[in-house]
Each structure stands twice: as C-alpha cells, then as structure tokens.
C-alpha cells in the first residue's frame, strides 16, 4: 500500500518501502484493517509526507498507475488536449485530464512488462502539484499523452518534441 512521499530529507521512515520517485510504501500483512491502516498513516513520522490520506492525491496515482500498467501490457490507448482544460480520448472520454487518464487506464489488464525506463524526478506531493504539472506541461506545447508500450507514457509536444518515460511527471517539460 503506498502510504506517501519522502520528505526532502529523503530519510523516509525504517518500515517503509521507499521506490524510485520518492514513494514510500507499506507492506501490508495478511488480516489488516481499516482501523490500523489509518493508524499507520496518522502516526507516519518524520520523513514522509502521507499523502495517502488525500483522496485526490490517490486518485492521481491510481489513474497514472492504471495507464501505465495498460500501456505496458501492450494495449494502446491516446489523450489528446481538445481546448482549455478539457482532454479527450481515443476511449470515447472526455474531460478534465484525471478522468480521461482513469478511463484509458484499465486496473485489470493482463501481466505488463517491465517498463525500460525508470522514474526520474521525485513524485508530486499533492494532487494540486500533478493539476499543476499537466498545466505547464499545456503551457509547454502539450498536445498528446499516450500510451509507449516501453516505458509506459509519451508525450507529444506541438513543436514535435516527444518525451517518454514511467511517470507522468517525467514525461511533462
């Protein structure tokens, strides 16, 4: 279970999993509640930011990981920016960039590959940092997200630029 994000002490906590980008995440045993799930992100301690208590933030990760879990499976799929804040995808939605990303991202796909790349930068924070990395990445040219059955993301820039990589803040400029 990902409880969160390392602080910039990058000394998160001794019984944490922490991964490339900064994510920390929590072994969970066989029988463990709710109750103790909650304890566990409540008393989190210093060197972790629990950003798992953050619906939005969850959200965020949940969708990029179901998009990315697709992309490497082998199964294609495209989000096009359409104009101001709305995307739409080859997958028929049509939105915000959070609910196009969860409609093309498929949680149950068969076994993915291992990506050929690895996380780069540190993972957002909160859920407004990954709303504000897809708006300067807009801001950046951003024309197109889709799935690199590699490294699991591609971004299309309308200068032509293209950046890959195995999360979404390493493919945004």
Do not use: K
Not at 14 to 34: F, H, K, N, S, V
Not at 88 to 109: I, Y
């Amino acid at each position: 279970m990902a409880l969160g994000v390392a602080d910039a002490t990058r000394q998160p906590p001794l019984d944490t999993i922490p991964t490339e980008g900064g994510l920390c995440w929590y072994a969970q045993p066989a029988g463990l509640d709710e109750a103790e799930i909650e304890r566990r992100l409540r008393t989190a301690g210093p060197g972790l930011i629990p950003a798992a208590r953050r619906a939005t933030w969850s959200a965020w990760l949940r969708a990029e990981h179901g998009a990315r879990r697709a992309a490497l499976a082998g199964i294609d799929w495209s989000i096009t920016h359409t104009s101001g804040d709305t995307w739409s995808s080859d997958a028929t939605a049509t939105g915000r960039f959070l609910d196009v990303l969860r409609a093309v991202g498929l949680p149950e796909v068969g076994t993915p590959g291992a990506p050929s790349a690895r996380v780069e930068g540190a993972y957002p924070r909160s859920a407004s940092a990954f709303v504000l990395s897809v708006e300067t990445a807009q801001v950046g040219g951003l024309n197109e997200l889709r799935s690199d059955h590699q490294s699991g993301f591609r971004a299309i820039y309308l200068d032509g630029s293209q950046r890959t990589g195995c999360a979404l803040h390493d493919v945004f400029a």
